[in-house]
Nanobody
Framework: QVQLVESGGGLVQPGGSLRLSCAASGRIFSIYAMGWYRQAPGKGRELVASITTGGNINYIDSVKGRFTISRDNAKNTVYLQMNSLKPEDTAVYSC???????????????WGQGSQVTVSS
């Protein structure tokens, strides 16, 4: 059993900051890529940022220079620091982890519960 538990969403004014956290727990042998997705009302889900075990990072263009993804491998936790937030960043943010629960087992994707981020004055 694997769980991803998110924290840190909320309401913030334009230009403000929020930090999302996502901690993986349970039967985990190894975590590979971790990332953050978001889905705004009426839109499809998009990958905002991702980070591999080796530290390779990717962002969508709209958040480059404003968002920073990081991870603590010892804590099986991924973070998303969001600065200079804009109303168009409003969405439900969900973390994702590709991991192996047992040695030699399949790599499966797991999801957090989703966190609402609302940017509004």
């Amino acid at each position: 059993q694997v769980q991803l538990v998110e924290s840190g969403g909320g309401l913030v004014q334009p230009g403000g900051s929020l930090r999302l956290s996502c901690a993986a727990s349970g039967r985990i042998f190894s975590i590979y890529a971790m990332g953050w997705y978001r889905q705004a009302p009426g839109k499809g889900r998009e990958l905002v940022a991702s980070i591999t075990t080796g530290g390779n990072i990717n962002y969508i263009d709209s958040v480059k220079g404003r968002f920073t993804i990081s991870r603590d491998n010892a804590k099986n936790t991924v973070y998303l620091q969001m600065n200079s937030l804009k109303p168009e960043d409003t969405a439900v943010y969900s973390c994702n982890a590709a991991l192996r629960s047992v040695y030699g087992g399949p790599v499966l994707a797991y999801w957090g519960q989703g966190s609402q981020v609302t940017v509004s004055s």
